[in-house]
């Protein structure tokens, strides 16, 4: 009798949580196709877990960017990570994928590799050490323990390629997302949004730490783009459900007339005419269903000197949107250039000026068109069982 394949899967943060829910999905699928008794335990979120996988913990609580960002949340993860650990040297893993999710996936490979080291490991959209400036240690780390590298940016391919890594690249998995999404006309219907009504999609934050960092900013920008364009109303997706007192003040505070709206972030960007968004896996999103948007980051500034001045810390872009083509297809306002008043500018200029929401448009065309085909995911599945497969002769084909 077949025995059941194991696989582990570890991520973090929301991005993490959708990207992993994306490729279960597809695991399930290709393992339905061939035959195989499939078992999934991971690290992850809520999405991950409604695709099918066993959480082993929850990690969507326990993100952040940043040095100091970063500290209340060690002994947690390092709790998970124990955790994750005692499960593995119980139940052998046949497979492990990687998401993401530097540090802890750093520290968990690590493990895998002198406890299980015959076991096939696979990095899934890989740590953007192809974007920093900041040395290759944790390139060198990324490619020792993975024994391919699922690549979804063009440059991504060819960095980890350079640094020795065995690189395919499969394309960006929110190509096969987005053809599921709604169209304007029917998403601006579901929302009664008014035809003569400018919406803009309000996104500031998916962690907590950018609440206190960004949404300020952001507020305050808004309140003035509502003053010089009074037919505008904010439409902001309550991804995070703790974060609602929080947003309900900054309304008020800051007298938007905005929407909260539970849940479907895709709704409301599909009907939006722009989107002020905070840098993240969203920026590709919302430029994939051709919303033009103003991308806003800040780190603690103590965080942003010590990485500049000492870890020579530097980048040419943040946002994925511009990483795909490796130009500033969309405005990016970061650290000290992401001021209220050069949001503003940026966001009147996309919904006021002709020629910049065009161009905008036809560069997110071009954009797309090197992201790869659909059935993204498919193929990464795929690639994952075949590696595990080729190393377990015994596995559930045999």
């Given at each position: 009798?077949?025995?059941?394949?194991?696989?582990?899967?570890?991520?973090?943060?929301v991005?993490?949580?959708?990207q992993?829910?994306?490729?279960?999905?597809?695991?399930?699928?290709?393992?339905?196709?061939?035959?195989?008794?499939?078992?999934?335990?991971?690290?992850?979120?809520?999405?991950?877990?409604?695709?099918g996988?066993?959480?082993?913990?929850?990690?969507?609580a326990?993100?952040s960017v940043?040095?100091f960002?970063?500290?209340?949340?060690v002994i947690?993860t390092?709790?998970?990570?124990?955790?994750?650990k005692?499960?593995l040297?119980?139940?052998?893993?046949?497979?492990?994928?990687?998401?993401?999710?530097?540090?802890?996936?750093l520290a968990?490979?690590?493990?895998?590799?002198?406890?299980?080291?015959?076991v096939?490991?696979?990095?899934?959209i890989a740590?953007?050490?192809?974007?920093?400036?900041?040395?290759?240690g944790?390139?060198?780390?990324v490619?020792?323990?993975?024994?391919?590298v699922?690549?979804?940016?063009?440059?991504?391919?060819?960095?980890?390629?350079?640094h020795?890594?065995?690189?395919?690249?499969?394309?960006?998995?929110l190509?096969?997302?987005?053809?599921?999404?709604?169209?304007r006309?029917?998403?601006?219907?579901?929302?009664?949004?008014?035809?003569e009504?400018?919406a803009?999609?309000?996104?500031p934050?998916s962690?907590r730490?950018?609440?206190?960092?960004?949404?300020?900013?952001?507020?305050?920008?808004?309140?003035?783009?509502?003053?010089?364009?009074?037919?505008?109303?904010?439409?902001?997706?309550l991804?995070v459900?703790?974060?609602?007192?929080?947003?309900e003040?900054?309304i008020?505070?800051?007298g938007?007339?905005?929407?909260?709206?539970?849940?479907n972030?895709?709704?409301?960007?599909?009907?939006?005419d722009?989107?002020l968004?905070?840098?993240?896996?969203?920026?590709?999103?919302?430029?994939l269903?051709?919303?033009?948007?103003?991308?806003?980051?800040?780190?603690?500034?103590?965080?942003?000197?010590?990485?500049?001045?000492?870890?020579n810390?530097?980048?040419?872009?943040?946002?994925?949107?511009?990483?795909v083509?490796?130009?500033?297809?969309?405005?990016?306002?970061?650290q000290?250039?992401?001021?209220?008043?050069?949001?503003?500018?940026a966001?009147?200029?996309?919904?006021?000026?002709?020629d910049?929401?065009?161009?905008?448009?036809?560069?997110y065309?071009?954009?797309?068109a090197?992201?790869?085909?659909?059935?993204?995911?498919?193929?990464a599945?795929?690639?994952?069982?075949?590696r595990?497969l080729?190393?377990?002769?015994?596995?559930a084909?045999?």
């Amino acid at each position: 009798m077949a025995r059941t394949l194991r696989l582990f899967i570890s991520t973090g943060e929301v991005s993490g949580d959708l990207q992993g829910a994306l490729l279960i999905r597809a695991l399930w699928r290709q393992a339905e196709q061939q035959g195989i008794d499939l078992e999934i335990v991971a690290l992850g979120g809520d999405r991950m877990a409604a695709a099918g996988a066993t959480l082993l913990a929850n990690t969507l609580a326990i993100g952040s960017v940043g040095i100091f960002e970063s500290l209340p949340y060690v002994i947690p993860t390092w709790q998970v990570q124990r955790q994750a650990k005692a499960y593995l040297r119980r139940h052998p893993p046949d497979g492990v994928v990687f998401i993401d999710y530097l540090a802890p996936n750093l520290a968990l490979g690590q493990f895998i590799r002198q406890a299980f080291p015959q076991v096939p490991t696979t990095y899934y959209i890989a740590p953007q050490e192809w974007v920093w400036s900041a040395g290759v240690g944790n390139t060198e780390r990324v490619v020792s323990i993975s024994d391919q590298v699922l690549a979804v940016f063009p440059q991504e391919a060819v960095y980890y390629k350079q640094h020795g890594a065995n690189v395919t690249y499969v394309g960006h998995p929110l190509l096969d997302q987005v053809a599921t999404y709604p169209s304007r006309a029917a998403a601006r219907q579901t929302l009664g949004i008014p035809p003569e009504q400018r919406a803009i999609a309000f996104l500031p934050a998916s962690r907590r730490q950018e609440l206190s960092l960004l949404l300020p900013i952001m507020a305050e920008a808004a309140q003035m783009i509502q003053a010089k364009l009074p037919q505008v109303h904010y439409w902001i997706p309550l991804s995070v459900p703790h974060f609602r007192p929080v947003l309900e003040q900054v309304i008020q505070t800051y007298g938007l007339r905005a929407t909260l709206v539970e849940g479907n972030s895709q709704t409301v960007i599909a009907a939006a005419d722009l989107a002020l968004t905070k840098s993240g896996t969203a920026n590709l999103e919302i430029a994939l269903m051709n919303v033009p948007q103003v991308v806003v980051y800040r780190l603690n500034r103590l965080t942003a000197w010590i990485a500049r001045r000492l870890l020579n810390f530097s980048l040419s872009f943040m946002s994925p949107t511009n990483l795909v083509l490796m130009e500033p297809i969309v405005p990016e306002m970061l650290q000290e250039k992401a001021t209220p008043e050069a949001i503003v500018a940026a966001a009147l200029a996309l919904l006021t000026e002709g020629d910049r929401r065009s161009q905008t448009l036809h560069d997110y065309q071009r954009m797309r068109a090197v992201l790869g085909e659909p059935g993204v995911c498919d193929r990464a599945a795929q690639a994952i069982f075949q590696r595990i497969l080729s190393k377990t002769p015994d596995s559930a084909l045999s």
